[in-house]
């Protein structure tokens, strides 16, 4: 893929600080760390979004993801937590578009924060008529 | 494991709006959205933390975020993004001491945000040096 950042990193046409590789991921530290240890987890291959990545391929993508985040505890960053974030689509933060799984370690009182519109408290019947909503697209192939 | 709503939801005792279930996970809606569409994913048995859950059982946890994150995409729900988010840890923003995947859709300027101190650029030799302090802390077994 032209124009790719993380294709460039994984032929070796970018520098990246690498933690983990092997045939079909890798992880390496992000440049834009939200916390020292900020990692990123890859498909080798270029895959835009999560719906072109492979069940397979993700199911990999995810044990290392694990073992990841079990590294950073054990490392001596002494982190307190872990916390896994993946952008998919525009709308949703997504900023290189070649999939990657955030994994950042946390700290009691580090700068890192969500928010929402906390307000929304859907009754059991609205809940209910969205979880029919979506049952109905599962199955539905791309 | 007493006093988990989780454990309550997979044993029945406590209602929720499932939207998935097999032997070993389910999803269902959250009753704290941040948009409407929000789903968890969770393994049906108790796993407080990321580092309790075996690796096989995750590779399938996540095997089933991707098809909800599909189905998310696919329903009427006619969402532009998807987002997955795990918090492992108190300092992490974890609720609730049950593995939980956040799925959740996303819409051109919904209120979901993230922050961080973005200021934080280390140099090229401050992440290698942190790369290998994780890359050390590899194959340490709980």
């Not at 979004?49 to 985040?69: C, I, N, P, R």
């Amino acid at each position: 893929m032209e124009d790719c950042v993380f294709c460039d990193i994984v032929a070796g046409k970018a520098s990246a600080s690498m933690v983990y590789e092997d045939e079909t991921v890798c992880s390496f530290l992000t440049i834009g760390p939200v916390n020292p240890g900020h990692l990123l987890v890859i498909p080798k291959q270029h895959k835009s979004s999560l719906s072109d990545l492979d069940e397979e391929t993700g199911m990999h993508l995810f044990k290392v993801t694990m073992q990841m985040a079990k590294a950073l505890r054990h490392s001596d960053l002494q982190c307190e937590g872990v916390n896994l974030f993946l952008a998919d689509g525009e709308a949703a933060f997504q900023d290189v578009f070649h999939v990657h799984m955030h994994v950042f370690p946390r700290f009691q009182g580090d700068q890192f924060k969500v928010d929402a519109n906390w307000e929304i408290k859907p009754s059991r019947q609205e809940l209910d008529e969205i979880a029919e909503r979506i049952r109905r697209a599962q199955g539905i192939r791309t």
